[in-house]
């Protein structure tokens, strides 16, 4: 079976944000029951910062 997800987070603030970080988890992991075909992530209106694994092996983004 193949599934595509889509998926979409979106804030919207009363007055201009000054400066906030974000950590993102959004890739699921690759096993022997899934495996990830293809991934991306697109930002707008911030900046990918660091890209790293966590320690549960997850893959992380914080943006800016």
Do not use: C
Request: net charge positive; no cysteine; proline share 3%.
């Amino acid at each position: 079976m193949r599934l595509k997800i889509t998926h979409r987070t979106e804030y919207r603030y009363d007055a201009p944000v000054q400066y906030l970080l974000q950590r993102l988890r959004l890739l699921p992991l690759s096993g022997r029951t899934q495996t990830v075909g293809s991934w991306a992530i697109k930002v707008e209106g911030a900046r990918e910062e660091v890209r790293f694994t966590d320690h549960f092996g997850n893959d992380t983004r914080l943006v800016s």
